[in-house]
């Protein structure tokens, strides 16, 4: 059955769609777009790194990512920058290292849009494993540190005060958003991912009240992305990550019809 | 009585950006009594209560705490649009509890009505009364409440401020209450506490009223819940800062 590039990609694709909900929700309530975009930059480092030592490219993209945030932490630390030119600076910076040591590795031959926008023909049965056992996994330790993580994106010194531990969560938060683009960046690709992220998410907002309903919208506004995306891909020979990025705008677009009654009923 | 203690600060103080918040405050708070902090704005109340919480990293003096079951009532909280949230599922925000003590809870403040309403909609008062019914919801041992009635109404403020009383009564646990206002402290306190950048002075309301010229005017006000703690310093307050002796 996977011997199919499609049902590849499609299986795929379920498999992020379950765990970029609700890392998106937090995505979007801790307002980390912007990191997020840095980490997925950096990601691009990390597949060429693996080119060149032929290593595993999930874990090479989860390592560089992880090593950018923790890069980024000292010198949020260390100079008086503010945050959002550091992460101008890191995803910018990476993405071009990573551009430029492509260059050089002549001896291979790169796909640089596959890696940028993703690719569905890339997709491999070693990646569906990635995925599925990753994504259990990411889940699994955001089920952990839910409650610490959540309680601290309310309010930070409530969650504290009340004997949580929000640095440790937020740490730990940091390294599941470097596992997601790790898993992910095959069918999506570098610049995307976080589209694939935030998108469903801000759909999901306009449609729940409460955040458990948020992140369950989020993971069905995500599958629906996926599996609109990835027909329109197979039908009209677009690259699978912008596809399925377009398929999101259009339910979100959808959504803000919803919002709009919620404030007519208001009035 | 040294295990009635639930939090005790040795000469603590804090500095920030060169500048000290607060310094050499010492207190403790004991179960089942209210330490009342109170002060003019900018008097490190608010900053004595964190670092009672242990929110601070960098403090000077010793802060030793006999519990976690804390329940916190902050001084200001934004909750954000992006997020939705209705106050059942703030009230579950660090603990796991049953409907029925989220339900005893909102209703203790009386704000049952709401527990389905979107946080974001409440009025100011309405949330005040949220934020007390979610740190009481968890039976804490240590209650820390910084300015828990404001924007409440009058008449809901006495009916909070007994309320407050009566848990600390039931559920035999320590409170440290914040008020910036300098007059209206409540007559269940046990010890007050007034704060300047420091601590200028400190004592039972009733050991005072017994002991000042000041004590009429607390045995009228004793039958009360609200009652005039008077103050007696030993100095003044200029207006750049420095402390003058009398």
Redesign the interface.
């Known amino acids: 059955m996977f011997d199919d590039f499609f049902i590849r990609a499609l299986v795929a694709g379920i498999g992020i769609a379950f765990v970029a909900g609700p890392l998106g929700c937090f995505v979007?309530?801790r307002?980390l777009s912007y990191f997020g975009d840095t980490l997925a930059h950096s990601a691009l480092l990390g597949v060429t790194i693996a080119y060149s030592l032929e290593f595993n490219i999930a874990v090479s993209i989860f390592l560089i990512s992880s090593a950018i945030a923790l890069i980024l932490i000292q010198l949020q630390k260390k100079t008086n920058l503010p945050s959002d030119a550091l992460l101008g600076l890191l995803a910018h910076s990476s993405l071009a290292v990573g551009l430029v040591v492509i260059g050089f590795l002549t001896f291979i031959r790169f796909d640089i849009m596959g890696l940028l926008f993703g690719d569905i023909l890339a997709v491999n049965k070693k990646d569906l494993v990635t995925i599925w056992v990753g994504g259990a996994l990411i889940l699994l330790v955001l089920r952990l540190i839910w409650?610490p993580l959540?309680?601290s994106?309310?309010?930070y010194?409530?969650?504290?005060?009340?004997?949580?531990n929000p640095d440790r969560a937020k740490a730990v938060f940091t390294v599941l958003l470097a596992a997601i683009i790790a898993i992910s960046i095959k069918l999506v690709g570098v610049l995307l991912i976080t589209g694939m992220l935030i998108i469903p998410t801000a759909m999901a907002?306009n449609l729940?009240?409460?955040?458990?309903?948020?992140v369950i919208f989020a993971i069905i506004g995500g599958l629906l992305s996926v599996f609109i995306g990835l027909f329109s891909s197979l039908e009209f020979n677009t690259p699978s990550g912008p596809s399925i990025i377009a398929a999101a705008l259009v339910l979100f677009i959808f959504s803000l019809l919803k919002v709009k009654q919620t404030i007519q009923l208001k009035n | 009585m040294e295990n009635n203690i639930l939090v005790k600060l040795n000469n603590v103080g804090f500095q920030q950006n060169q500048k000290w918040l607060v310094q050499g405050v010492s207190l403790q708070v004991e179960k089942g009594k209210i330490v009342t902090l109170i002060g003019p704005n900018g008097s490190g109340k608010s900053t004595t209560a964190?670092i009672a919480?242990?929110?601070f990293k960098n403090i000077e003096g010793q802060v030793e705490k006999f519990t976690?079951?804390?329940?916190?009532v902050?001084q200001k909280?934004s909750?954000?649009w992006?997020?939705?949230?209705?106050v059942r599922?703030?009230m579950l925000?660090?603990?796991n509890l049953t409907e029925d003590v989220i339900d005893e809870a909102l209703s203790l403040t009386g704000v049952i009505n709401l527990k389905d309403k979107?946080l974001g909609n409440l009025s100011g008062g309405e949330f005040q009364r949220v934020l007390l019914a979610r740190a009481i919801s968890?039976k804490p041992e240590l209650l820390?409440l910084d300015e828990p009635v404001q924007g409440v109404d009058f008449t809901g403020e006495i009916a909070l401020y007994e309320l407050i009383k009566e848990i600390s009564e039931k559920l035999n646990c320590g409170i440290l209450l914040i008020s910036h206002d300098l007059h209206t402290v409540m007559s269940a306190t046990d010890h007050v506490v007034c704060l300047n950048g420091h601590v200028c002075c400190s004592g039972s309301p009733k050991e005072v009223a017994k002991n000042s010229e000041y004590k009429a005017l607390f045995g009228e006000q004793a039958a009360q819940t609200l009652s005039i703690y008077e103050h007696n310093h030993d100095h003044v307050h200029t207006n750049d800062g420095d402390i003058k002796k009398n």
Do not use: C, H
Request: glycine share 6%; aromatic share 8%.
């Open positions: 979007v309530w307002r409650k959540f309680a994106t309310v309010n010194e409530l969650a504290q005060a009340e004997g949580l907002r729940s009240d409460n955040p458990k309903k948020m | 964190k919480l242990g929110l976690n079951n804390i329940g916190y902050p909280i909750i954000d992006t997020l939705p949230l209705r599922d703030f925000l660090t603990d979107s968890k820390v």
